[in-house]
T-cell receptor, first 112, second 114 residues
Framework: KQEVTQIPAALSVPEGENLVLNCSFT??????LQWFRQDPGKGLTSLLL???SQREQTSGRLNASLDKSSGRSTLYIAASQPGDSATYLC???????????WGAGTKLIIKP | NAGVTQTPKFRVLKTGQSMTLLCAQD?????MYWYRQDPGMGLRLIHY???????AKGEVPDGYNVSRLKKQNFLLGLESAAPSQTSVYFC?????????????FGPGTRLLVL
C-alpha cells in the first residue's frame, strides 16, 4: 500500500531564504506526483505536476524534482516571501488505479 | 468563473442526524471526487465519479453515500452522522484522466458532529 510522508510537519524561515520541502513515497510505481498549496479556509491549488518519466518541473520561483527510484520528491522555493506562507501537500498517483495518495502536508511560515 | 463550489461552508450536527453536502462545478469536468481531511493526515478519498450517473467507492466510503444525477453536481450524504465524521470535506473535479490531468478543489465544508 502506497504511503506518502512529508517531513517536517511545520517549517518557519525568514523572508528571502531559499528552502526545500520534502515528500517521500513507499511504492515507486507511480504515474505522476503533484504538489499543491492550501491556504487557511480555502481549497487546494495545484502548483506543479511531474510525470513519472520526468525529473523536474519549474514554475516561477518553484522547482519540483522527482526521483522515483529513491521514492522522493522535493519542492524548492527560491527567495521566499510572506505570501508563500501556506500548507504544501504532495500527492502521488498510482499507475494502476489512478487514485491520488496524499501526504499530510508541511505548514510553511515565512517571517517578514 | 466559479470553478468548484461547495455548500454549506460550515455545519454542526448532532449524532444520528443526516445531511447532504453539495458540490457544483462549471468546468464541464467528467470526474468528481469527495475527500475528507483530518488533522495530521493526508486527504482521503471517500467516493468518486467518472461521469454522470456513475459513482465508485474510494478509500473510506463507510457511512457516506453519493449521487451524480447531473454532470455538474456531486452530492455527499451522511445518513446517520457520527462524531468520527467530524472533518473538513473537500470536493474536487477534473477532466478525463490523462498525462496532464489535475484536480480543481472547492473551498471545503467544515463539519462538526456532536
Amino acid at each position: 500500500k502506497q504511503e506518502v510522508t512529508q517531513i517536517p510537519a511545520a517549517l518557519s524561515v525568514p523572508e528571502g531564504e531559499n528552502l526545500v520541502l520534502n515528500c517521500s513515497f513507499t511504492d515507486s510505481a507511480i504515474y505522476n506526483l503533484q504538489w499543491f498549496r492550501q491556504d487557511p479556509g480555502k481549497g487546494l491549488t495545484s502548483l506543479l505536476l511531474i510525470q513519472s518519466s520526468q525529473r523536474e518541473q519549474t514554475s516561477g520561483r518553484l522547482n519540483a524534482s522527482l526521483d522515483k527510484s529513491s521514492g522522493r520528491s522535493t519542492l524548492y522555493i527560491a527567495a521566499s516571501q510572506p505570501g508563500d506562507s501556506a500548507t504544501y501537500l504532495c500527492a502521488v498517483r498510482g499507475d494502476s488505479n489512478y487514485q491520488l495518495i496524499w501526504g499530510a502536508g508541511t505548514k510553511l511560515i515565512i517571517k517578514p | 468563473n466559479a470553478g468548484v463550489t461547495q455548500t454549506p461552508k460550515f455545519r454542526v450536527l448532532k449524532t444520528g442526524q443526516s445531511m447532504t453536502l453539495l458540490c457544483a462545478q462549471d468546468m464541464n469536468h467528467e470526474y468528481m471526487y469527495w475527500y475528507r481531511q483530518d488533522p495530521g493526515m493526508g486527504l482521503r478519498l471517500i467516493h468518486y465519479s467518472v461521469g454522470e450517473g456513475t459513482t465508485a467507492k474510494g478509500e473510506v466510503p463507510d457511512g457516506y453515500n453519493v449521487s451524480r444525477l447531473k454532470k455538474q453536481n456531486f452530492l455527499l450524504g451522511l445518513e446517520s452522522a457520527a462524531p468520527s465524521q467530524t472533518s473538513v470535506y473537500f470536493c474536487a473535479s477534473s477532466n478525463v484522466a490523462g498525462t496532464k490531468e489535475t484536480q480543481y478543489f472547492g473551498p471545503g465544508t467544515r463539519l462538526l458532529v456532536l
